[in-house]
């Protein structure tokens, strides 16, 4: 009978747990601040508890806590930019205009060859490429491409090729067809001439 109440309770925590983790919103490791890091290993440590004890109540309890504590910096967050770079920290530059900045990967504690892997991941072969590169909060890498670099996009496509009609339609249109002369007299009726 005690096992079986052991098991409820801990799919119940489960359960509990689960949507607790919904209300804050789901993001894989990776994309995690660090306040989320630290409040999901909390609920984790928090959520097995109960099994081994018997306050069930005070684990829920706990653990909606730490969401609502979440939730209120993340909106506080939102409101206050000092509060964001505090917590959350800022995206710092890591290539600017093709020049790699040793200084940012080194407060970021990444190497080159880490840089050069997530470059790899993003289909980019070359430094002289990237007008600007930024790790992110989250870790992820953002960029910006040069000019010569970004891949033709349909709108643009589709301008080129409206350009390149036109081009040819005043060509043509400019063109003298040593014919027309002709076909136009023979069109003519004689009396006219």
Same mark, same amino acid.
């Not at 005690?2 to 098991?7: A, H, K, N, P, Y």
């Not at 000092?82 to 800022?90: P, Q, V």
């Given at each position: 009978m005690?096992?079986?109440?052991?098991?409820g309770?801990?799919?119940?925590?489960?359960?509990a747990?689960?949507?607790?983790l919904?209300?804050?919103?789901?993001?894989?490791?990776?994309?995690?601040?660090?306040?989320?890091t630290?409040?999901?290993? =909390?609920?984790?440590?928090?959520?097995?508890?109960?099994?081994?004890?018997?306050?069930?109540?005070?684990?829920?309890?706990a =653990? =909606?806590?730490?969401?609502?504590?979440?939730?209120?910096?993340?909106?506080?967050q939102?409101?206050? *930019?000092?509060?964001?770079?505090?917590? $959350?920290?800022?995206?710092?530059?890591v290539?600017? *205009?093709?020049?790699?900045?040793?200084?940012?990967?080194?407060?970021l504690?990444?190497t080159?060859?880490?840089?050069?892997l997530?470059l790899?991941?993003?289909?980019?072969a *070359?430094f =002289?490429?990237?007008?600007?590169?930024t790790?992110?909060? $989250?870790r992820?890498?953002?960029?910006?491409?040069?000019?010569?670099?970004?891949?033709l996009?349909?709108?643009?496509?589709?301008?080129?090729?409206?350009?390149?009609?036109? *081009?040819e339609?005043?060509?043509?249109?400019?063109?003298i067809?040593?014919?027309?002369?002709i076909?136009?007299?023979?069109?003519?009726?004689? $009396?006219?001439?």
């Open positions: 005690v096992f079986l109440g052991t098991i309770k801990a799919l119940f925590l489960i359960f747990g689960i949507l607790l919904r209300i804050a919103g789901r993001k894989t490791i990776s994309q995690m601040t660090l306040p989320e630290i409040i999901i290993i =909390s609920i984790g440590t928090i959520i097995v508890e109960p099994v081994a004890q018997e306050s069930l109540l005070g684990t829920i309890l =653990s =909606s806590t730490f969401i609502v504590a979440l939730v209120v910096t993340e909106f506080l939102m409101k206050l *930019n000092r509060l964001e770079t505090f917590i $959350s920290g800022k995206a710092m530059v290539i600017q *205009n093709g020049q790699i900045q040793t200084d940012a990967l080194r407060k504690r990444l080159l060859d880490q840089l050069e997530r790899r991941q993003q289909g980019i *070359n =002289s490429d990237i007008k600007t590169a790790i992110e909060p $989250s992820q890498l953002g960029y910006e491409l040069t000019e010569d670099a970004k891949p996009t349909v709108g643009e496509f589709k301008k080129l090729m409206q350009a390149y009609i036109k *081009n339609e005043s060509k043509e249109s400019s063109q067809n040593i014919f027309d002369e076909i136009e007299k023979k069109s003519t009726p004689d $009396s006219l001439k």
